[in-house]
């Protein structure tokens, strides 16, 4: 049978393949942390599902030695339904970007995030289409230029977290492809959590995007640049003598400057609510972008509500219950049926 | 009769004559709301219960909501039946009825002149003669042409129900029963069948109003004096057995669900709603309790990319859609060609280009089944000949998929879809059982080495410790499987998936043709064609035509024989509801100077098309 899963190690997670991104990628520390992960969760090696697109991050599953499926562009979240549909046990994961998962890809994201099919998704978001060699994609900032948009983006780049919570997501974090210890904090919390957990992750494409993320990256500016979100806490963020706080009235958020002893609870910061009902806190959340506001981290939303395959399990075995198994002579012969001879 | 004549003639209460026939086809006509497809069904039922042989074809409006009384709103089924083997819903009705005057329009020059046209005389108005595009009144014309029978429907049907308090709306709504009890008269059919369903079927007022309106038609047929005789049509020689009618969509539903059974594999459905494939569907949604997963997909891609990786998962995947849902997935298809995954893919196909026709007849993507994917992307391609042989090639396609791990096309069409025919129950029992062996073992594993003799790859599922594997699309090193760009790799890689897919003739039987085994002429065909054809290959050859024909039920890898088969004949005539795809391929293959014979027009072939087909290859007048 299986290995003691105890004894697994990161080791027993990596393939035998030479890794083949750009020196320098942020994929490379987001696989290490993956790996490092993985003999923690508590499943056999065999029941892993690595799942992915097309595009540079989706070359992550030749690198686990775990199942894989490197799929076509875009439809990963189709694929990876498919396979949690029809194995419920599995522990099925998405690796995509944001061309792959918000452009071509964007369809059937919106649809598996709805249906909340017991996946984690794993969005490499570098602001930039790497395999294709530096054309803008979906999340590059109005302006850039490169070698598709000589003159500058014209269409508004879209939000990965606020396209998430848009379709209903049960489960978005934001991390940072550096930040070792808080990535694999939100991996593990998004393998804990049942239903589609869907994780953005900043990530450096020294390429064609160098220095995209580099304020929450750097841990000297990452203090100012980020807001790291902690369940039942304060929305505090900023270094000594430049601490702040989020306050949100109504859905709108303000940036509300702390004396370095001042009780932020006290002075009106909102107190984070990963659990809150309405999507809309955690949309405001999203919302908060440099310059004015920094980018939070963690967990911004985690609801519990049924996964699609468990309630489509629950259909079969309700219509065996009610019906028992199927059998094939008598559906043949339903309807009407007459003899001859 | 003319219409103002009282309903029920008085004294004619002894028995009236019946007449035998050999053979009789039926054309109800009307709008999509007057309960045509119904009153179709039901005639089938109780014609096949009568031990009759049938065949039947529904024919739906595009428009679900078309303006009433309009030739677009139009709603037909045609059912032929008789007392010995038919294969068609026939070219032409002898019988019509017709609702309005849309239908009439739209019917009349498929019945047979001097045939019976019975007409709902309430809706011939000059309001509706306007609807339906007549500038005058048709009725004399078809006094002429035709035995016309005027009956006062809609006045009958109120005059039945009166009593029972339901609104004028309600009670008009029966009309389609009181057409259903006058067939049924007519031909001599029992009603209790439908009048079980009835009950079961509705409640309160509506359900006696029904069952009055039924009886009340069947009554009006047996006094009133336009119809001095019934008509008979005795049971058709049949092999014995247990039957029920089947479509070829519910037969294509079942077989799945069969292969699922005797494979003992569940099956995982994605499918996204297309015209006419949906009916499969809808039938697969129902048996959960046979562990049937459907997954109603966001498109068409998500559909197939589904059902590819529950295959991956290691259940049996299954996609169904129609022509411009088929062109969707292609790509994802090239990927399980690669992967070599087991799949099967149904496209019921439909006409034209892009939206087309879409409840129409057409068998035109052959060519983009064999070849519409980009590059060298081979794979086995079915097809099933009638209705009820759409469960026995959903069987075989999964079968196909599993021992080959290749995806596998079948190739259905919106004719068999919906046409109808008796079908001799299988004993399930006795369908062959094939296990699925997957690999387990981790000694010597690696994802692409082959089975000697069939060339497939191991199926190895996630769950199975160490037999860990990453596949995808990026060409494959033979044997290890690892992502390899080696010029020379992907030459014997291209090579061996074509080998594959070659080697399953090995389960291909040759074919038989019908009518003779060598001669003059032989007509080549696949798919829901074959009732047709086979029939003008009969009535060719009891006229003393030379002629034979063959069905292609595998398109791909072509019948082991068929090179041979062809060149038995001396001329060969390939007929097809396409521009001339079969035809091309088969002279590609065998360089055989085949002509083709071709229809374009939404509809299926007439008899008569392929007999004049066959008489100008044999150079007869026809
Ligand atoms: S192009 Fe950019 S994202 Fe792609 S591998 Fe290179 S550095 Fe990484």
């Known amino acids: 049978m299986s290995e003691p899963i105890a004894k697994l190690s990161k080791k027993d997670f990596e393939s035998d393949q030479e890794v083949r991104w750009c020196p320098g990628c942020g994929d490379y520390s987001v696989l290490a942390n993956v790996q490092r992960v993985m003999p923690e969760l508590g499943l056999p090696r065999e029941n892993f599902v690595f799942v992915s697109g097309i595009g540079c991050s989706s070359r992550f599953p030749y690198y686990m030695n775990t199942y894989g499926f490197h799929t076509i562009h875009g439809r990963a979240p189709a694929f990876a339904t498919g396979i949690k549909v029809a194995r419920p046990e599995l522990s099925v994961w998405v690796i995509t970007g944001d061309g792959d998962g918000l452009s071509i890809g964007g369809n059937h994201m919106l649809h598996v995030i709805r249906r909340n099919v017991d996946l984690q998704i794993l969005l490499f978001n570098n602001r930039i289409y790497g395999l294709t060699k530096g054309q803008y994609s979906p999340t590059s900032r109005l302006g850039m230029r490169n070698k598709s948009v000589p003159m500058g983006v014209i269409d508004a780049p879209i939000e990965p977290i606020a396209f998430a919570l848009g379709a209903g997501a049960t489960f978005v974090a934001r991390t940072v492809d550096v930040d070792a210890p808080a990535l694999q904090d939100v991996l593990r919390r998004a393998h804990e959590h049942k239903g589609t957990a869907f994780v953005e992750i900043l990530q450096n494409c020294p390429v064609y995007n160098d220095g995209e993320w580099a304020a929450i990256e750097d841990k000297k500016t990452r203090v100012d640049a980020g807001l790291p979100l902690e369940h039942g806490q304060p929305l505090v963020f900023g270094s000594k003598g430049q601490r702040r706080g989020i306050r949100i009235e109504h859905g709108v958020p303000t940036v509300v400057p702390l004396r370095d002893d001042e009780d932020p609870v006290a002075a009106g910061i909102t107190v984070h609510d990963e659990k809150h009902e309405s999507p809309a806190y955690a949309f405001a959340l999203a919302t908060l972008a440099p310059p004015v506001f920094p980018i939070p981290t963690g967990v911004l939303r985690a609801v519990e509500r049924p996964s699609y395959e468990r309630l489509l399990e629950d259909q079969v075995t309700g219509a065996i219950a009610a019906r028992g198994p199927g059998s094939l002579a008598k559906l043949l012969h339903s309807g009407d049926t007459w003899t001859v001879g | ?622």
């Open chain 2, 1 to 622: 009769m003319s219409s103002s004549q009282g309903p029920i003639a008085s004294g004619s209460s002894h028995p009236k004559k019946s007449q035998r026939l050999d053979r009789v086809a039926i054309r109800f006509a009307g709008d999509s709301g007057d309960g045509v497809q119904l009153t179709g069904t039901k005639f089938t039922e109780s014609t096949a219960l009568a031990g009759n042989d049938l065949s039947t074809l529904p024919d739906f409006p595009a428009e679900i909501r078309a303006p009433a009384g309009t030739l677009a709103g139009v709603s037909g089924y045609q059912i032929h039946f008789a007392s010995q083997d038919i294969r068609t819903p026939a070219d032409q009705a002898d019988v019509l009825v017709a609702f309005n005057p849309a239908a009439l329009r739209a019917c009349l020059a498929d019945v047979r002149s001097g045939g019976l046209v019975i007409i709902n005389s309430d809706t011939f108005t000059e309001k509706n003669f306007e609807r339906a595009g007549y500038s005058e009144d048709p009725l004399p014309d078809a006094r002429e042409r035709f035995q016309l029978v005027e009956v006062p429907v809609t006045r009958l049907t109120l005059e039945a129900v009166r009593d029972l308090g339901l609104s004028q709306r309600e009670a008009g709504r029966s009309k389609n029963f009181f057409a259903l009890g006058l067939m049924y008269w007519l031909y001599g059919r029992p009603l209790e069948s439908t009048f079980a369903w009835i009950e079961s079927r509705f409640e309160g007022e509506v359900r006696e109003a029904n069952i009055r309106v039924l009886k009340a038609g069947y009554h009006f047929g047996e006094t009133s004096e336009v119809f001095p005789v019934s008509f008979e049509v005795p049971r058709a020689k049949i092999e014995p057995g247990t039957y029920r009618n089947i479509t070829g969509n519910t037969a294509l539903a079942y077989g799945c669900v069969a292969a699922s059974v005797t494979m003992d594999r569940p099956l995982v459905v994605g499918a996204y709603p297309i015209t006419p494939a949906s009916d499969v569907l809808h039938e697969l949604a129902k048996h959960r309790s046979f562990g049937v997963k459907t997954v109603q997909a966001e498109d068409e891609i998500a559909a197939v990319s589904a059902a590819i990786g529950a295959s991956f998962a290691g259940m049996l995947g299954l996609t169904v859609t129609s022509g411009p849902g088929f062109l969707l997935k292609q790509e994802a298809i090239n990927l399980a060609v690669v992967a070599e995954l087991p799949l099967v893919i149904v496209d019921v196909q439909r006409a034209g280009p892009s939206t087309g026709l879409p409840t129409k007849e057409e068998q035109a993507d052959l060519l983009c089944a064999l070849f519409g994917r980009s590059s060298d992307s081979p794979l086995p391609v079915l097809a099933p000949a009638t209705p009820s042989e759409c469960f026995s090639v959903m069987l075989e396609a999964f079968r196909i998929a599993v021992k080959y791990m290749t995806p596998v096309v079948v190739l259905s069409d919106s004719y068999l879809a919906s046409s109808a025919e008796p079908w001799r129950l299988p004993d399930v029992a006795a369908l062959p059982r094939q296990g699925i062996a997957f690999r387990t073992d981790p000694d010597g594993f690696f994802p692409y080495l082959r089975d000697t003799e069939t060339l497939a790859r191991p199926w190895a599922i996630p769950g199975t410790p160490g037999l860990e594997h990453r596949i995808g699309g990026l060409e494959k090193q033979d044997g290890k499987g690892n992502v390899s760009y080696l010029p020379e790799n992907h030459q014997r890689m291209t090579d061996l998936r074509h080998a594959k897919i070659a080697g399953i003739v090995q389960d291909v039987p040759p074919v038989e043709p019908y009518g003779a085994t060598s001669g003059k002429l032989l007509v080549v065909g696949w798919g829901g064609t074959h009732g047709a054809i086979t029939t003008a290959v009969d009535d060719a050859r009891a006229v003393g035509h030379d002629v034979a024909s063959v069905h292609l039920r595998h398109l791909n890898p072509l019948p082991p024989n068929l090179g041979e088969v062809l060149r038995r004949f001396d001329r060969v005539l390939v007929a097809e509801l396409n521009t001339g795809q079969l035809w091309r391929l088969l002279r590609a293959e065998f360089l055989v100077d085949a002509q083709s014979l071709t229809k374009v027009q939404g509809q299926p072939f007439r008899v008569s098309d392929l007999r004049s087909g066959i008489d100008r290859m044999l150079g007869v007048a026809s």
